[in-house]
């Protein structure tokens, strides 16, 4: 009991001393905070020692599992010998990491530059399609979401976000993919992807007629895991390109086989990218951001530049081996196989559910469930307060997922890529037990 209380105690203290020193801003999840404090696999404990399956990986961060020995095992070596020397010196691992996404990235993308975090890499992207073009003006998509610096977030289309008013110029914003909420009404296929063609009328009337760069996330993620028709990429890149613009493809939370059976999420629509910005699960946990280009486009830039803790060589060390594990192992093909089940099951509870479910969609190991007022009415008002609902009882049972979208109403579920079969039951389990609840 006494060790109970502690424990108890400890916990407080942490949500106490987080409520006063940090950002109002910095927000938790769930009604009362869970303090964290240790994981293994897909398996977390709090400091009261309660257990939690883990099925959103740190923001799709955690690609192959807490704590793994084969990512802290190499990092470990690497702290003992060199930690730190920023870009100012070339060193192994960098250089190492670097011949590898060459290698693994689609198309002619061969030429990386190394930051610490998805909003550098993709300031990183801007700056390079502008440079190489000449232009300016730069196209993001509405429900997409970038970053925290001013740059970024005026390319992110979710007001809750932004917390000044775009004060970057130049920056515009295309219809969202998001066929669930067509912004025209439309239906597909019978549409013919009109959100992609309506980027022409977007840069012939809005723009001077030449722009920098598209940039857009495969399927959007803080957006509620927005996943486009196939077709969508291959009309809208022929657009941009038709009019001087450089396509940047934001794979932050689709890279490194998250959407299964391909290692990054712009492989399944068949466009190549001229410039590449990743993140979050390239170092299952360290922070890294990464941008690559082809090789004209890198050359372009002739200006001055560093980055003091990007590309660090235990960073590096921890992505070398997180992308030697995923290969290793064929997680993509296990991401399919797993996200299939995964999809299976959500589709099974959305039948069991069809008012407060409206649509599940997602890849691989990126599933969302988008919550509704009354999808058998045709009412699709989002229902932000059933998911709150539906937070509470999920972490009662002892599963952590995540939550997104414009509304605060699409569930998002992502667990690492080496889950297994019997983990996806399980998840499945607790989260039918938490949909009956609700209900």
């Not at 940047?248 to 998250?258: A, K, L």
């Not at 060390?317 to 290793?328: D, F, L, N, R, Y």
Request: hydrophobic share 40%; net charge negative.
């Amino acid at each position: 009991m006494s060790g109970d209380v502690a424990a108890g105690s400890r916990a407080a203290e942490v949500r106490a001393k987080h409520a006063e020193y940090l950002l109002p801003a910095v927000a938790n999840y769930y009604e009362e905070s869970l303090v964290l404090d240790s994981g293994a696999g897909l398996r977390l404990r709090d400091v009261d020692g309660r257990e939690y399956l883990d099925f959103f990986g740190g923001i799709l961060t955690v690609s192959i599992g807490h704590c793994d020995p084969r990512v802290t095992g190499p990092l470990k070596t690497q702290i003992d010998r060199l930690g730190h020397v920023s870009t100012l010196y070339p060193t192994l691992p960098i250089v190492e990491l670097a011949e590898t996404l060459a290698r693994i990235t689609p198309g002619r993308l061969k030429r990386s530059m190394f930051t610490c975090s998805g909003t550098e890499a993709d300031e990183t992207a801007i700056a390079l399609a502008q440079v190489y073009t000449g232009a300016l003006e730069v196209i993001g998509l509405r429900h997409g979401y970038h970053g925290r610096s001013l740059l970024a977030q005026a390319l992110t289309a979710h007001s809750p976000w932004r917390a000044v008013p775009t004060q970057v110029p130049g920056v515009k914003h295309a219809l969202s993919p998001y066929c669930y909420r067509c912004p025209l009404k439309l239906e597909y296929p019978s549409c013919d992807v009109q959100c992609a063609r309506d980027l022409k009328e977007l840069i012939q009337t809005t723009t001077t007629g030449k722009i920098a760069a598209f940039l857009a996330e495969p399927i959007q993620g803080v957006g509620g895991f927005v996943t486009p028709p196939p077709e969508y990429f291959r009309v809208a890149v022929e657009i941009v390109r038709e009019h001087g613009g450089l396509f940047i493809c934001d794979e932050v939370q689709t890279g490194f086989g998250r959407t299964g059976g391909k290692m990054f999420g712009i492989e399944h629509w068949g466009v190549e990218p001229d410039v590449m910005t990743m993140a979050k699960g390239v170092a299952n946990g360290l922070p890294l951001g990464v941008t690559v280009a082809t090789e004209e486009v890198a050359q372009a830039f002739r200006a001055m530049t560093i980055s003091t803790f990007g590309g660090n060589p235990m960073s590096c060390a921890a992505a070398s081996a997180t992308i030697a594990t995923i290969e290793g192992e064929d997680l993509p093909a296990n991401a399919e196989r797993q996200g299939a089940r995964l999809r299976a099951g959500l589709e099974e509870i959305q039948r069991a559910h069809p008012r407060l479910v409206g649509d599940v969609r997602g890849m691989g190991l990126m599933q969302a469930v988008e919550l509704v007022a009354d999808e058998t009415a045709g009412d699709r008002t989002p229902a932000p307060a059933a998911t709150a609902r539906l937070f509470e009882e999920t972490k009662a049972r002892g599963l952590l997922i995540g939550k997104g979208g414009l509304y605060g109403n699409v569930i998002r579920i992502a667990p690492p890529l080496t889950v297994t079969a019997d983990e996806i039951d399980e998840a499945l389990g607790l989260l039918r037990e938490s949909f009956d609840a609700l209900a």
